[in-house]
């Protein structure tokens, strides 16, 4: 009787399926539409960076001397993402080594921080020495990481994370890589047994970049919600342009500061009627990993539960 046309977009349903943005890459970032990922700040003991210093890292020859290693060159890592130090192997292992001060007596773990453009998975053992003893033969695994944030890896030992016992002083990380590799080595770090936190290694998307700019967005808007605003009442609010970290809209944004000097904030608000209700809290965290942040709640009654406040900015 009839025929239709339909776009194949409709048809085959693929206008449906919302389009994830790729994360950004350390190539494409300046120029694409793409996800922002970074890390946790880490509570770090020591570290060993080629930022402050390009002599970091260092080829180990046969016959125990050394030599500098050359930078990736910025057509494979931008400067604006950071420099590091070019590891590559030809047909033979090579190691690499730096030297990081710890700075007492403790358990630490060690995180290394890279770039690999290539698609590769490189096992690499890693060897910790101090005064002469071999303190840890442990491992890691350089993956692909072609990203805007350079990648971090903890090293293990028995599939699970190491911590060694190092003493104040000077203490050498030796890398044993493996033929045919080709990556970029930026950062050692020591953590602190205690301090060790699982999400350091967890990458968060911060934002949504279009040609390098974070573009602004936000959750919708909760229907028939009723709003307590954190800073009525409350002495020394902070303005969003006054921040010391980007946040989207910021001429809309008024935050109440939470740190050890004032560690606790107190809010009213009336309901309009009896019933159950549940509490959406809006934050900024861009210093910490995930914090449990208890919550007393008193209408007639008093109700104690917590929130889990994650690494977020923007």
Not at 133 to 143: F, Y
Not at 148 to 159: I, K, N
């Given at each position: 009787d009839y025929v239709v046309v339909l776009p194949a977009e409709y048809y085959l349903g693929t206008i449906l399926k919302e389009r994830a943005a790729p994360p950004c890459e350390a190539n494409n970032a300046h120029n694409s539409t793409c996800v922002d990922l970074l890390y946790p700040p880490m509570a770090i003991a020591a570290r060993?960076?080629?930022?402050e210093n390009a002599d970091t890292f260092k080829e180990v020859k046969i016959d125990g001397t050394t030599s500098d290693l050359?930078?990736?060159p910025i057509e494979q890592l931008p400067e604006i993402i950071g420099p590091a130090s070019h590891v590559m192997t030809g047909d033979e292992t090579k190691v690499v080594e730096a030297t990081i001060e710890v700075p007492e007596d403790y358990d630490y773990a060690?995180?290394?921080?890279?770039?690999?453009?290539?698609?590769?998975q490189l096992p690499i053992l890693v060897e910790v020495l101090q005064e002469g003893?071999?303190?840890?033969?442990?491992?890691?695994?350089?993956?692909n990481c072609p990203f805007?944030?350079?990648?971090?890896?903890?090293?293990?030992?028995?599939?699970?994370?190491a911590t060694i016992p190092l003493a104040k002083g000077p203490a050498t990380i030796q890398l044993h890589v493996p033929p045919s590799a080709d990556f970029g080595l930026a950062a050692v770090n020591l953590i602190a047994e205690k301090e060790w936190n699982n999400e350091y290694l967890q990458q968060v998307p911060v934002c949504v970049r279009k040609d390098g700019r974070c573009v602004p967005q936000q959750y919708p808007p909760a229907g028939n919600s009723i709003v307590a605003e954190a800073e009525a009442g409350q002495?020394?609010?902070v303005s969003g342009d006054k921040l010391p970290f980007p946040v989207a809209n910021p001429k809309d944004v008024v935050v109440m500061p939470l740190d050890e000097s004032q560690g606790t904030l107190e809010m009213t608000g009336v309901v309009p009627g009896r019933g159950h209700y549940m509490f959406l809290v809006h934050y900024f965290n861009p210093d910490n990993t995930p914090l449990n942040i208890g919550v007393v709640l008193q209408n007639d009654h008093f109700f104690e539960g917590k929130f889990i406040v994650h690494f977020n900015i923007y």
């Open positions: 060993a960076d080629v930022t050359k930078m990736v060690i995180v290394i921080e890279y770039h690999n453009h290539k698609k590769t003893n071999v303190k840890l033969n442990g491992n890691i695994t350089i993956h805007a944030t350079f990648c971090r890896e903890v090293v293990t030992q028995g599939g699970k994370v002495e020394n609010p």
